[in-house]
């Protein structure tokens, strides 16, 4: 009796898991259930969908109230009151889950070397000189990525330190979350970014955000991005351009950890 008792609650325990897991996997349409044929099409290209706006003349979001997507994706950002923002929405085939998508937004190291166009330049050059986990906002040394986890935690926080091309030293803090139906993943600065010394992106008012989603058709990548500039640095600097290269190099360094997973 007690062998029956225990295979009758596996087997419901099992079931129950599928049922959860089936009901949990939307389509795009279910999330975004009001955009057009071009901008599917877009969605599903190699570059994505990528859309800058400023305060000033009204922010576009897709993802915003015509979306099902977890208002707080959108709110977070909003809060930062960002005079600039940047969206972008891209599905990548393949049947990856979570755990892949944790690994893969674990391994900062690989955001070193990540290529993007310099138009002044007129070439492609590493937007990351350098790329690396840090212990916490004040222990700023290099400490190594961990070995692949077995599992996703509920919620973590990094912290990273990035050399980058036009400001030098810049630091993150990076925080998980499982949220809705995937994972949350939040990129603030907790210090200054500088130009030639002078702040020129003040500490948490650059903001990017990740959200990641197994839905029907692969995995779905929502970012957003905002910041917050003052206006003599908004008329000396192509803030979109700076914005859309630095979202584009970190989901492009996410789908490719996502694919080597």
């Given amino acids: 009796m007690k062998k029956i008792i225990v295979i009758f609650v596996l087997i419901f325990c099992v079931s129950g898991l599928f049922a959860r897991e089936g009901a949990s996997t939307r389509s795009l349409n279910d999330i975004f259930p009001n955009i057009n044929e071009e901008t599917r099409s877009l969605i599903f290209s190699e570059s994505g969908y990528v859309k800058s706006s400023q305060k000033s003349g009204g922010f576009v979001i897709l993802g915003g109230e ?40 674990s391994r900062v190291r690989d955001l070193k070397g990540r290529l993007y166009r310099s138009a002044s330049r007129n070439q492609e050059v590493p937007l990351f000189e350098e790329a690396t986990r840090i212990a916490s906002e004040r222990q700023t040394g290099a400490i190594p990525d961990p070995a692949p986890a077995a599992e996703v935690p509920q919620s973590e926080t990094v912290f990273i330190r990035l050399k980058d091309v036009n400001f030098g030293n810049t630091f993150y803090r990076g925080e998980m979350a499982l949220v809705q139906n995937g994972l949350r993943y939040t990129l603030s600065n907790f210090r200054h970014m500088t130009y030639l010394l002078v702040p020129v992106i003040r500490e948490d008012k ?56």
């Fill in 66 to 105: 015509t979306s099902r997507l977890a208002p707080e994706n959108i709110n977070m950002i909003l809060r930062r009151n960002p005079g600039y923002l940047v969206e972008s929405i891209q599905v990548i085939s393949g049947s990856a889950n979570l755990l892949a998508v944790y690994n893969a937004l």
């Fill in 206 to 261: 650059f903001i990017a955000q990740l959200y990641f989603e197994p839905i029907n058709e692969g995995i779905l990548i929502y970012s957003i991005a905002g910041a917050d500039i003052s206006d003599f640095f908004a008329s000396k600097i192509h803030i979109d351009s700076a914005i859309s290269k630095r979202l584009s190099v970190i989901t492009s360094w996410a789908i490719d950890g996502i694919r080597r997973n």
